[in-house]
């Protein structure tokens, strides 16, 4: 059975970083792509990073590239969201996301087929 | 940026009611569309991708369409543990963008 527990939130208050940890279980870390999605309280769902397999294909939401970093640990099949100069708006409940590759017409995107149950991060002085 | 426009944004509806869905993309984003549902303090859950592929395990009540820029997602026969609120996401380009959300609720 897939699993995905995400760990590592809290209150920090602005300027301050935070590292979110996501303990993968029932499937190869490796072969996968990770995202993580957040979800402010009454909020839509954002797109906040992905990280391919191999660790090379990388890309952030505008809003926080430059301060967050998406990093795995294949051997430890745990994926990690390191966090600096935490504003306010990044308020949210965070959630660890495997993605899976599907192909059409010669090209292949993701699905977010297994979802975390996501840790609250609260930014606020 | 892909900007993702689901209407409506919530509807009342009752237990075996047809019920759809629309999601329009700001441009083409071919059939790389997928729909998610999500109930209170849950995390979304995949139903459908590749705008019209039903996701193992979920219920054939539940179908999508579309391609290029206009998509949609039918429930045939409402159940009770439907009532929830979808949400549409492109996985054509960076940023992957979600649609807003439309809330499902009883009648």
């Known amino acids: 059975e897939v699993q995905l527990v995400e760990s590592g939130g809290g209150l920090v208050q602005p300027g301050e970083s935070l590292r979110l940890s996501c303990a993968a279980a029932g499937f190869t870390l490796s072969n996968f792509w990770m995202i993580w999605v957040r979800q402010a309280a009454g909020r839509g769902l954002e797109w906040v990073a992905y990280l391919g397999p191999a660790g090379k294909d990388i890309s952030y939401v505008d809003s926080v590239a430059g301060r967050f970093t998406i990093s795995r640990d294949n051997a430890r099949s745990s994926l990690f969201l390191q966090m600096n100069s935490l504003r306010t708006e990044d308020t949210a409940v965070y959630y660890c996301?495997?993605?899976?590759?599907?192909?059409?017409?010669?090209?292949?995107?993701?699905?977010?087929?297994?979802w975390g149950q996501g840790t609250l991060v609260t930014v606020s002085s | 940026d892909i900007q993702m426009t689901q209407s409506p944004s919530s509807l009342s509806t009752s237990v075996g009611d047809r019920v759809a869905i629309t999601c329009r993309a700001s441009?083409?984003?071919?059939?790389?569309l997928n729909w998610y549902q999500q109930k209170p303090g849950k995390a979304p859950k995949l139903l459908i991708y590749a705008a019209s592929t039903l996701q193992s395990g979920v219920p054939s009540r539940f179908s999508g369409s579309g391609s290029g820029t206009d998509f949609t997602l039918t429930i045939s026969s409402l159940q009770p543990e439907d009532f929830a609120t979808y949400y549409c996401?492109?996985?054509?380009?960076?940023?992957?963008?979600f649609g807003g959300g439309t809330k499902v609720e009883i009648k």
């Open positions: 996301v495997r993605g899976s590759p599907y192909c059409r017409g010669g090209a292949c995107r993701l699905a977010f087929d297994f």
């Open positions: 996401q492109q996985g054509y380009s960076s940023p992957l963008t």
């Open positions: 441009q083409s984003i071919s059939s790389f």
